[in-house]
Structure formats: C-alpha cells, structure tokens
C-alpha cells in the first residue's frame, strides 16, 4: 500500500509538472511563467552560491525560534488556562485579536517597534501561539475527568497523570496543531521577510527577483523555501512523535 502510494503520488507530481510545462509554452514569455527546467538549471547554479546557504540559514534560524517559542508559549499558557479560570478569561481577547487580524496588519505594525531581521522571528511566533495554544486547552479540556478523579483516588503521583491520562489525550491535539502551525509560521515568516527585507534573508531574495523580473529566481527561491518548510516539518514530527513514545515507556 505504501508502495503504491508513492507510486500515486510521484504520478500525480509529474503530471503538475508536464502542466506546468504546457502552460509555459503556451504562453511563451518567460516573464510571466518560466518554464520547470528553467528553474532546475537556475536552482543549480543558486545551490554553488555562498549567499544561497547564508539566506536560507537567515529564514530558517529565525522562523524555526519563532515556532519553537510558539510550542513553548502555547503550551505554558494552555496550562494555565486550564489550571485557572480567570487566566483563560484574561488570554481570551489577546488570542481572539490574533486570530482575526490579517498577518499584512501585524507586519507593518511590527515593523514600528522591531528592526526587519527579528520581525520573522516575532511574527512567526504570533502566528503559531493561538493555535498551539487553541489546540492544547482543548486536548486538556478533554479529558476524562472520572479518569482523574480515579488517579486521585488512588493517588497517582502527578508523573503517572502525565503519563497515563494527559499525555495519550494531549498527543493527537499537539500533533495536529503542530502540523497546522508549521505550515503557517513559514508562510508568515516568508511574508514578514518580504515586507521587512532583513538583508541577507530568503525574502530579501523573492523581493529582488520580483524587482528585477528575474522569474527563474523567483520561482527557484519559491522552491527553496517549499522543500526547506517540507524537509523541517517532517523532521519536527518525527522529532515530537519519538519524543511522545519515550514518555510513554517511562
């Protein structure tokens, strides 16, 4: 089954690309959509660049600190606000706020109090937290509470509740919102980069490509920063499903 799932999916990959072959013939102006071999043959010369490793390190350090500070935040303040009412009231508005603003909106206000380069970092984290933290006060709300009540009675040590009632009920809440988040903190972080132009940045690159009409390079850092998201998100899954299954053989 795996098998043939691959076997779909790489299908399914190189019929996008014969379409977007199509489409660049088509058309016939490299300006307006260059061609997928056009940016394979650009993408190979970027990768023997010195200034290609120094932007992607950039975006990736910065963005990566964001989510991490995110999962941290998220998780502090969803135990909170499950301990104690009155912190859930108290994070209610600022979680709300954050939710419905439009990420262009936190971007140029940031852009007031922070320099370009901590931007990604700081808008990467505002994007992640309310959903970390949405996700994890939801997991907690969901547990049984006669499975507690059951620990307390026979006072299970608060190691064994971790354990043996919070982590199984958490695990598929923090899994899927980090999945969520992982996906939206690059966007986000991408999106502040090419509004701020941190020098030496991966949006500073996307901004002088759109500038120059360099479509090869945008597409190719377009590239860059899809497989670079993909490659961090399966490494942080596997890193937090490896981390769940040692807390659970404790």
């Known amino acids: 089954m795996k098998n043939k799932s691959k076997i779909e999916k790489t299908i399914a990959v190189a019929a996008a690309l014969l379409l977007w072959q199509l489409a660049s013939v088509i058309i016939g102006e490299e300006v307006l959509l260059v061609s997928p071999f056009k940016v394979l043959v650009r993408l190979s010369e970027l990768i023997f660049e010195k200034e290609f490793y120094s932007a992607v390190a950039f975006s990736f350090i910065r963005i990566t600190f964001g989510f991490v500070l995110a999962v941290a935040v998220g998780i502090i303040f969803a135990t909170a606000a499950y301990r104690w009412h009155w912190a859930e009231t108290m994070l209610w508005p600022y979680m709300s706020v954050i939710k419905a603003t439009p990420v262009a909106s936190f971007i140029i ?16 984290f505002l994007m992640a937290l309310p959903i970390i933290y949405t996700n994890m006060l939801a997991g907690f709300k969901s547990t049984d509470t006669k499975l507690l009540q059951m620990a307390d009675i026979f006072r299970f040590s608060f190691k064994k509740k971790l354990v043996y009632i919070y982590l199984p009920n958490i695990k598929p809440y923090f899994i899927s919102a980090c999945s969520v988040a992982l996906g939206l903190t690059w966007k986000a972080g991408i999106a502040a980069e ?47 499903n490896t981390m769940f299954k040692r807390l659970e053989d404790l």
Do not use: H, R
Not at 109 to 124: A, E, H, M, T
Not at 197 to 207: A, R
């Open 194 to 240: 090419i509004i701020g132009i941190p020098d030496g940045s991966m949006g500073e690159m996307l901004y002088n490509a759109k500038l120059y009409l360099a479509t090869a390079d945008l597409f190719s850092w377009t590239v860059t920063i899809v497989c670079v998201s993909i490659l961090f998100d399966k490494l942080f899954m596997k890193l937090i």
């Open 109 to 124: 206000l940031c852009l007031i109090w922070l320099n370009s380069s901590s931007l990604p970092v700081f808008i990467s």
